[in-house]
């Protein structure tokens, strides 16, 4: 046994690391070792511990939080617990007390976007690890506004003060999942990814195996690289989802999206660290272990949340939209040549006024033979040219449409246009929207208390009335006087919402960012029914010039692609 002193996570600790040794090894070592005996003379250590009732003799060292209360004589386990069950306090709770988790229980359930169902999974997840100590096969992503509470939740209250940091680490971005070395993410039961960056595609493919395989490979430094027993949990977090994370058919992300109303909120925040260091972190971990899990299975996908089936379905690549639009309009082509179809889906894609990623036919192709593997494509066909003449062009080829529409469903990539997120408008924050001057008093009158803030316009400091917050431009405001006036501030930065009386800055940020939400959402909505407008007027010029291009590229009369 060897005592190493290592920094982790800013504090100084000492971990022990075991060597095997048999037995000639170790009273070799131990012969070397001189200590005084009750007589005051000097014996050597290995006839001590020989001697000793208490000797422990191991022929291996595992890392098995699940085999915490079984014995084996030949096996030495180095998980030794929990942290919460360590630090002494928790052998003095026989049952949870609720009042001292109240404000904890209200954060998960904030985390959770107010949703009851979700907040139960969670809650089921979090238990699991802590009561069978496996790992549950399923990650965390959680995405909310800065200050929302998920680092005091997933790294204050069950990192540090749950787990331990013998088996938790944070990690910043995520990236040092894939370096070579694994020794901080190995023998951990709970690694929390803090604002994970965009991964690329064979990264995200090692997490999701990170995320769900049973064992990993431990490669160390200067030594072997061993196979362990993984029992790692993540929690991911972000302000804003990357591309690519969610697949279409994913069954391993739990994904949430934080209430954003408690972002910033000091008070409800130093009331829940409170509690958390009033013993309600070991409440909290007591209620965990308490908790009949029922809706957290084993194996099972997770439940399907609002935002997570908008992030698979913008995951989903515009092709295959165009290919469903096609399918319903009864347009599909029996084969049709490869430059033809790809600039037919640029088309689309601009009308769309959707980005794909990529840029060219190699890889428009690329990303068919993802989905539908088993699809022809590019095959050269012989075709008749308008002028009589032969040439070879490559084609895609395509089935009937109704097997088509099967193979679509049944590979996930069939999605109707209003499950890409397009959101209902909501009626009580679209009330907060001002697009035009409403009367109000002037600004020498109106409120007593003054507003803590500068007029944009004319530069006046505190003052009072109604003050004025764009929603499109950050941190301007006006005053009521200028607002009246329409300056170059207004034209520029509208439309704006209104404040009364003083609020504290957190209230100001979430109302601002909910209008600019509802306005962007109004904007969206106002473009698409301009798209449609013009779609219908040019539906039938566009079918003629498809007919047109079909008869002048084949030549064949009555040949339908």
């Known amino acids: 046994m060897t005592e190493i002193i290592c920094e982790t996570n800013g504090e100084w600790t000492i971990e022990t690391e075991y060597i095997l040794r048999n037995d000639t090894e170790t009273k070799k070592r131990l012969v070397k070792c001189k200590v005084l005996d009750d007589n005051n003379k000097w014996i050597n250590a290995y006839d001590v511990w020989m001697s000793s009732l208490s000797q422990e003799l191991r022929h291996g060292i595992d890392f098995r939080p699940d085999q915490r209360d079984k014995t084996d004589d030949n096996m030495m386990n180095t998980f030794f617990g929990f942290k919460a069950d360590i630090d002494g306090q928790h052998k003095f709770i026989d049952t949870c007390d609720p009042t001292k988790i109240n404000h904890i229980l209200d ?105 769900t395989e049973d064992t990993k490979i431990w490669n160390r430094k200067m030594r072997d690289s061993i196979v362990v027993q993984d029992f790692t949990n993540f929690v991911l977090t972000c302000n804003h989802f990357p591309d690519g994370l969610i697949e279409p058919g994913d069954r391993r992300y739990f994904v949430l999206e934080a209430n954003a109303t408690i972002a910033q909120n000091h008070e409800y925040f130093t009331n829940v660290m409170k509690q958390i260091e009033d013993d309600g972190h070991i409440h909290f971990y007591q209620f965990l272990l308490e908790r009949d899990i029922k809706v957290f299975k084993l194996g099972e996908a997770p439940p399907q949340t609002d935002i997570k089936f908008r992030l698979r ?54 990303v068919m033979r993802e989905g539908l593997p088993n699809m022809v494509y590019d095959k050269p066909v012989c075709v ?87 929603i499109t431009t950050d941190n ?70 498809a007919e047109n291009e079909r008869k002048a590229y084949f030549g064949i009369k009555g040949y339908d692609y």
């Open 107 to 211: 954060l998960a359930l904030n985390l959770c976007g107010n949703n009851n169902d979700q907040y139960e999974y969670l809650l089921d997840w979090l238990a699991f690890p802590l009561q069978e100590g496996k790992k549950t096969a399923v990650a965390l992503l959680v995405k909310g506004l800065p200050g929302c509470g998920k680092g005091m939740f997933f790294n204050e209250l069950m990192g540090k003060r749950i787990y331990g940091n013998g088996l938790f680490t944070e990690l910043s971005g995520g990236k040092q999942l894939f370096g070579n070395f694994n020794d901080e993410t190995t023998n951990k039961m709970l690694v929390m990814c803090d604002e994970i960056v965009k991964f690329s595609k064979n990264q995200a493919d090692m997490l999701k195996n990170c995320i």
């Open 384 to 470: 008749q040219k308008s002028d009589g003449t032969w040439t070879t062009t490559r084609c895609i080829t395509f089935p009937d449409r109704a097997e088509y529409q099967v193979l679509l469903a049944t590979h996930k990539l069939w999605i109707e246009d209003d499950e890409y997120g397009e959101a209902m408008l909501d009626e009580e924050m679209e009330k907060l929207i001002i697009t035009k001057p409403k009367p109000a008093p002037a600004r020498s009158t109106g409120g007593k208390e003054k507003h803590k803030c500068i007029c944009d316009e004319c530069g006046l400091r505190d003052f009072t009335g109604i003050r004025y917050r764009s």
């Open 313 to 366: 379905a913008e995951a989903i690549d515009p092709v295959w939209r165009y290919l469903r639009s096609v399918c319903e309009k009864d347009e599909l082509p029996v084969r049709i040549p490869n430059a033809i179809f790809y600039d037919r889906v640029k088309d689309f894609c601009d009308k769309e006024r959707i980005k794909p990623k990529w840029k060219d036919k190699s890889g428009l192709l690329k």
């Open 476 to 545: 301007v405001d006006l005053c009521t006087g200028c607002f009246q006036k329409q300056g170059d501030v207004f034209k520029r930065c509208q439309p704006f919402i209104d404040f009364t009386s003083p609020a504290p800055e957190h209230e100001i940020l979430q109302r601002s960012m909910g209008a600019r939400t509802l306005f962007l959402q109004q904007q969206m909505a106002a473009a698409q029914a301009e798209h449609d407008m013009a779609a219908a007027v040019v539906a039938e010029n566009e079918r003629m010039r």
